[in-house]
């Protein structure tokens, strides 16, 4: 979650591809199934902790959640990207 919508890739790094018509979906999915968690946890202090530290750093991420947006749980595909450029795709249920 901090990799998508904070941290910048580290040097050397493998990274993933979103095709342009997913990264909002995926993006939104992301910010939905965290929401989950907090309501689940409300007293985890991680969970809170992520939350705010995003919201911080992050003002996309900041606007999707003041949405509060819960989404149903779904399938994105991504590309994997290794440092040496070999591509390998996969569909993910989250």
């Excluded at 050397?12 to 095709?19: F, Q, Y």
């Excluded at 007293?43 to 989404?71: H, M, P, Q, S």
């Amino acid at each position: 979650m901090w990799g998508c919508f904070a941290a910048p890739p580290a040097p050397g790094a493998s990274r993933i591809e979103h095709g342009a018509a997913h990264a909002d979906a995926f993006e939104r999915m992301m910010v939905s199934d965290l929401r989950r968690a907090a309501d689940r946890y409300p007293d985890d202090r991680a969970v809170t902790e992520l939350i705010n530290g995003l919201r911080e750093t992050n003002t996309r991420f900041a606007d999707l959640w003041n949405r509060y947006e819960t989404l149903p749980i779904g399938r994105s595909h991504k590309t994997v990207v290794p440092p040496t450029s070999a591509r390998s795709s996969s569909t993910a249920t989250s």
